[in-house]
């Protein structure tokens, strides 16, 4: 059973970056998939992108092309996303997920960020 | 990029009774990577079903997917008062993986 443990919330001022960070333990790092899925409040599910940590690769939602970067640490077990040029419209709950190909089989317990001037 | 539109947006029953959630995509989407997920208040969504109709680990046999093409349905067969929750349906075969935006069932 994989755990995922993210990091702690964020208060972030437009136009400025915010960098989450998901540790997983419990599973073989480089056998699943890790996405990022954000949830604004009393919104719906978005997913943002995920990465191959076995193979260092990225894909994203258009939406987020350009602003959001996710990346891996094999060494660590941890994963990271980072979004830039924040707006208020970022204020949201984001979690990561990892599972096997593409699937959202387990996930973090989410981190808030929160964007205000 | 592949809409997914949910239907009922809410849906009110009685525990015991049975609910039937609908799910139709814009274009086909392949069974093999349609997913449904739960969310209850104040919690982490939780995967119920993938690849149309596979229950994932721990999931209670009340709970059935099934579909095809660009529809498909979560059925639960006797409601449980904690199945009381949003529901929210995703494909994932091609990105970007999109999610429709949630039926909430609540309690008659």
């Known amino acids: 059973q994989v755990q995922l443990v993210q990091s702690g919330a964020e208060v972030k001022k437009p136009g400025s970056s915010v960098k989450v960070s998901c540790k997983a333990s419990?599973?073989?790092?480089?056998?699943?998939?890790i996405s990022w899925v954000r949830q604004a409040p009393r919104q719906g599910l978005e997913w943002m992108g995920r990465i191959l940590p076995i193979l260092d690769v990225a894909n994203y939602a258009q939406k987020f092309q350009g602003r959001v970067t996710i990346t891996a640490d094999k060494s660590t077990n941890t994963a990271y996303m980072e979004l830039s040029t924040l707006n208020s419209e970022d204020t949201a709950l984001y979690y990561c997920?990892?599972?096997?190909?593409?699937?959202?089989?387990?996930w973090g317990q989410g981190t808030l960020v929160t964007v205000s001037s | 990029e592949i809409v997914l539109t949910q239907s009922p947006g809410t849906l009110s029953l009685s525990p015991g009774e049975r609910a039937t959630l609908s799910c139709r995509a814009s274009e086909s989407v392949s069974s093999s990577y349609l997913a449904w997920f739960q969310q209850r208040p104040g919690q982490a969504p939780r995967l119920l079903i993938y690849?149309?109709?596979s229950r994932a680990t721990g999931i209670p046999d009340r709970f059935s997917g099934s579909g095809s093409g660009t529809d498909f349905i979560l059925t639960i067969s006797r409601l449980e008062p904690e199945d009381f929750a949003v529901y929210y349906c995703?494909?994932?075969?091609?990105?970007?993986?999109?999610f429709g935006q949630g039926t909430k069932l609540e309690i008659k």
């Open positions: 419990g599973g073989t790092f480089g056998s699943y998939s």
């Open positions: 995703q494909h994932y075969g091609t990105s970007p993986y999109t």
């Open positions: 997920v990892c599972g096997y190909n593409a699937r959202l089989d387990y």
């Open positions: 690849g149309g109709s």
